[in-house]
């Protein structure tokens, strides 16, 4: 069988494509610093998972990592210290040494139309002619939010121990919230597809959800009332922060969350509404999974919210 290798497989994101992939019988590459970046996780068939070290920061070290893999996925790291059209742009690269047959870049937001968006999308769009111009064969998904947000160590205590949905989201506010198996399945469905080789697509779940809505399933989901209570964007910038702990170098930490609290507002307020996903123009490119991506009902009846949930405060 073909072999993927995740790059960042021991964050949300990763352990979601490994989990995917060897359910889908891959070969998996799970490519962390962590000799065991999985503990505590419950992944199925993870004793087959081979772990190579790499530095995303030294791409002296990318040969070794990503050598006889036949397709990478890669995530961008929410803390990470390099742009993104760099870091994609040089795996890029390597890939096309390689002789990789696909490079699937999951950019973790969405993708604007036009350039000149600011934040992660404007650099977004610069990430992909980075990867376009790399040399590898690519693809490339905005994922606009997750499902799995509400897991993390700065969503789930206020929803458990508070009965309370904090998020920085304005009322009116409507997303596609999508989990990351779902993002996970589209990468995977997209390997066998040549017309997805050099393009890109942003995706999200099937329901079009504001905050009140989310707080029904929850509510249901856990069996009692769970209240919408909306944080404003500086708050919510100071609850992530907290969340990272020492995950986060003290020097990270203002600009971070004054990052998060800019980013936040923008998405309050942009015209160009970054959660909302054409989910018609989805499925008129993925018809395989048309009725087939998970409802955030769906989602949250079928997870562990109680301590022993695996759920790393980012990644």
Not at 84 to 110: H, M, P
Request: charged letters at 25%; glycine letters at 8%; hydrophobic letters at 40%.
């Amino acid at each position: 069988m073909a072999t993927i290798t995740v790059i960042g497989a021991s964050g949300r994101q990763g352990m979601a494509q490994v989990r995917q992939a060897l359910a889908a019988g891959y070969d998996v590459r799970a490519i962390s610093r962590q000799a065991d970046p999985f503990a505590g996780a419950p992944i199925e068939g993870v004793e087959r998972v081979e772990v190579r070290p790499m530095d995303l920061y030294d791409t002296a070290s990318f040969h070794a990592a990503l050598d006889g893999t036949d397709y990478i996925f890669y995530t961008h790291p929410l803390q990470a210290r390099a742009d993104r059209a760099y870091l994609i742009g040089e795996i890029g690269k390597v890939a096309a040494e390689l002789g990789v047959k696909r490079v699937v870049w999951n950019t973790s937001s969405w993708i604007p139309d036009r350039p000149g968006d600011p934040f992660t999308y404007g650099e977004n769009t610069k990430g992909i002619n980075a990867l376009w111009r790399s040399g590898a064969p690519g693809t490339v998904f905005g994922s606009v939010l997750f499902m799995d947000n509400l897991l993390t160590n700065w969503a789930r205590p206020f929803i458990v121990n508070e009965g309370r949905y904090v998020y920085p989201h304005n009322p009116a506010l409507e997303a596609n919230w999508i989990s990351l198996d779902d993002v996970a399945r589209f990468m995977l469905a997209s390997l066998d597809r040549p017309d997805m080789e050099g393009a890109w697509l942003n995706i999200g779940g099937p329901e079009r959800l504001v905050g009140k809505q989310v707080t029904q399933y929850l509510s249901e989901a856990l069996d009692k009332d769970i209240a919408y209570d909306p944080c404003t964007p500086e708050e919510f910038g100071r609850y992530l922060v907290e969340a990272a702990g020492d995950t986060m170098p003290a020097e990270m930490r203002e600009d971070f969350a004054k990052g998060i609290q800019a980013f936040y507002e923008y998405n309050n307020d942009a015209p160009t509404r970054p959660f909302e996903v054409d989910m018609e123009h989805v499925y008129d490119r993925f018809p395989e999974l048309d009725g087939k991506l998970e409802t955030l009902g769906e989602w949250t009846k079928r997870q562990e919210w109680g301590e022993s949930n695996f759920r790393p405060a980012f990644g």
